[in-house]
């Protein structure tokens, strides 16, 4: 892991923030401009030339580009003309972004169709599944130094250890993973599901216990794992008729639609929280989500 001079991941997630902010009108000049101030230099020094950017990310760039032209971002001060000249040309991008935002929206419905497909698929194939869900993270003390690379590299790791259904993977019927990011921390995560053949397992907050060891070892002791399947919160989805997540039976036609509701939060582009938790930024080729039925 390469230690950053600067909170890479933080700095994307303010810029990408900043520039829905402008175009969508929740902001005014003298922010824009202070924001403009604190974050500008420190982004531009840290942008990585192989990496890809959101849309917001690409038309910031561009266009504190065509204000600067060569200047050195470290020469660069944003004051109120600047700054009017940035809003005016970061407002032509205004619909490519509303489309990229429609686009994405729409593979996130078409991941959910095939997500739920496969699962209704597993449930018609097996009177019992064990489903297990993690959200893989980094400790927020070191997740400043976690850059896209280090995030991609323990993500295909851990898929590697799934694939060969060592330890806790064994009896593994399938999977599906997202990637995403803070808004506010711009901590890179994962919202992982496994799915279990359900004759073979049943103890599910073991197997989500030993899966955050797994990422802790696959991390070098900088990741931690937030387990859903505890006895606490099941018991509180229970109360509330929404249990979806430990042993699923076949023939209880509620738990199979709790589950597969649970299991579609992966695929949902806006959380519950109402915050905006896309990646803003990736590798070549690299894909934000992804599932496979491995019976």
């Not at 020469?75 to 991008?93: A, G, H, P, R």
């Not at 429609?102 to 996130?108: D, H, I, N």
Request: glycine share 6%.
């Amino acid at each position: 892991m390469i230690y950053q001079p600067v909170n890479q991941s933080q700095l994307i997630s303010n810029v990408d923030r900043l520039v829905r902010d402008i175009l969508f009108g929740t902001i005014n000049l003298q922010q824009i401009k202070s924001q403009l101030n604190e974050f500008y230099h420190s982004f531009m020094i840290s942008l990585d030339s192989d990496s890809k950017y959101s849309k917001p990310i690409q038309s910031f760039i561009e266009s504190t580009n065509a204000i600067i032209a060569g200047d050195y971002p470290c020469n660069v001060f944003w004051d109120d003309e600047k700054t009017m000249q940035f809003i005016k040309v970061l407002s032509s991008y205004d619909i490519a972004i509303k489309k990229d935002y429609s686009a994405w929206r729409y593979q996130g419905n078409k991941n959910s169709e095939r997500l739920e497909n496969n699962i209704r698929t597993l449930i018609s194939n097996y009177s019992r599944l064990l489903f297990v869900r993690v959200d893989l993270k980094y400790i927020q003390e070191n997740s400043r130094h976690i850059t896209i690379r280090d995030f991609d590299f323990h993500m295909k790791k851990l898929r590697d250890f799934i694939h060969n259904g060592d330890t806790c993977f064994t009896h593994l019927l399938g999977y599906a993973w997202s990637l995403e990011q803070g808004e506010d921390n711009g901590g890179f995560h994962c919202h992982m599901l496994l799915i279990f053949d359900g004759s073979k397992h049943y103890k599910d907050s073991y197997l989500a216990d030993q899966v955050g060891q797994k990422w802790r070892e696959i991390t070098e002791g900088v990741g931690y794992c937030f387990i859903v399947n505890t006895k606490e919160y099941k018991e509180t989805l229970a109360r509330y008729g929404k249990l979806g997540i430990g042993m699923i039976h076949r023939n209880n036609l509620q738990e199979v639609e709790n589950a597969v509701e649970a299991a579609l939060y992966l695929t949902r582009p806006d959380k519950r929280d109402g915050s905006y938790q896309r990646l803003k930024v990736a590798l070549p080729n690299m894909n934000t989500f992804g599932q496979s039925m491995i019976q």
